[in-house]
């Protein structure tokens, strides 16, 4: 998606560890003109794919998710990080290895909230390596609901995930698709 190709070339910043910094309108500063823009193009790309609830992971995906979801006419379900304390019966329970903070979180939806009735949309903002993805796909299929497809703002293509989702059938779009970054230079090259 061009515009916010466009928009990651001026404002974005390339930061040691592979880290690319959306700060100033993706994920610190939002720019819901932008968020619009995007939530359409998800919207388009996904017009037949049936979708009835999106589910994203807390926090960076909630915003992006809530502005495709006036799209979609859909509610959002975000699953939480959650402390062991509140794991139960009453929800789904997966393990996520952050990317970014290299921890890793118990992630949990109660069970009201995701069914074998629902066919989703995933929504977030980055694709890294994907454990994040991986979560979200495990707490789908303990629901028995319906993987529609999966919409990232930003995939860095050179970590793999993406292309590995893809091969196994899975509808991945990206908006914007990272193949390259060099953090001395701050430069991005896009697929
Ligand atoms: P994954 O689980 O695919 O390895 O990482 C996905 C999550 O890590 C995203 O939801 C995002 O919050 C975070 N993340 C991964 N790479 C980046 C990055 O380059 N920049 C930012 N801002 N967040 C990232």
Redesign the pocket.
């Known amino acids: 998606m061009e515009l916010l190709e466009k928009r990651i070339l001026e404002d974005g910043e390339v930061y040691p560890g592979?880290?690319?910094?959306?700060s100033g309108f993706l994920?610190h500063q939002m720019d819901i003109d932008l968020l619009k823009e995007m939530g359409l193009e998800w919207k388009r790309r996904f017009a037949d794919a049936g979708v009835n609830k999106i589910l994203t992971?807390e926090a960076?995906?909630i915003g992006i998710a809530c502005i495709a979801a006036l799209e979609f006419g859909c509610p959002v379900v975000f699953a939480k990080k959650s402390k062991s304390l509140n794991l139960g019966k009453d929800v789904y329970c997966t393990k996520v290895e952050?990317?970014?903070h290299k921890n890793v979180s118990d992630v949990i939806v109660d069970r009201r909230y995701l069914g074998p009735e629902d066919r989703i949309l995933i929504i977030?903002?980055?694709?890294?390596?994907?454990?994040?993805?991986e979560g979200l796909m495990d707490l789908i299929h303990q629901a028995g609901a319906t993987l529609c497809g999966i919409g990232i703002a930003i995939e860095?293509g050179f970590q793999g995930?993406g292309d590995r989702f893809r091969a196994k059938g899975i509808r991945l779009e990206s908006l914007a698709i990272v193949d390259k970054m060099d953090g001395e230079k701050g430069t991005v090259t896009f697929r």
């Open positions: 592979d880290i690319l910094k959306v994920n992971i960076s995906g952050s990317f970014t977030d903002d980055f694709l890294a390596n994907g454990k994040a993805l860095k995930a």
